[in-house]
Nanobody
Framework: VQLQASGGGLVQAGGSLRLSCVVSARAFSTYGMGWFRQAPGKEREFVAAIGSSGGSTNYADSVKGRFTISRDNVKNTVYLQMNSLTPEDTAVYYC??????????????????WGQGTQVTVSS
């Protein structure tokens, strides 16, 4: 299983970015998917997760109402729409997959497959 994240970049505060993660796995539609981020000097933290069908989602309090996770099981892709970005959102963003298929998995150790990360930098 391989995950390829893209869509990061430099954006001004208040701006938006859309991250994508393409997953090479026949069983993609059975995987729960998540986005995590890691800022310099900090631990990797949970951002958002989505269940296998896409019907249920889960967000960290820090991004709730600003970020939206979604998936397309035909394109084997999960997205993270990020709006109203602030400098505190600056980090490397990682997509990850778990075989539980449910949207409430927040622990990084429960995710078996990881993408390479994409840098998001928000300037003030």
């Amino acid at each position: 299983v391989q995950l390829q994240a893209s869509g990061g970049g430099l954006v001004q505060a208040g701006g938006s970015l859309r991250l994508s993660c393409v997953v090479s796995a026949r069983a993609f539609s059975t995987y729960g998917m998540g986005w995590f981020r890691q800022a310099p000097g900090k631990e990797r933290e949970f951002v958002a997760a989505i269940g296998s069908s896409g019907g249920s989602t889960n967000y960290a309090d820090s991004v709730k109402g600003r970020f939206t996770i979604s998936r397309d099981n035909v394109k084997n892709t999960v997205y993270l729409q990020m709006n109203s970005l602030t400098p505190e959102d600056t980090a490397v963003y990682y997509c990850a997959a778990n075989r539980y298929g449910v949207p409430y998995i927040r622990n990084i150790h429960d995710y078996e497959y990881w993408g390479q990360g994409t840098q998001v930098t928000v300037s003030s």
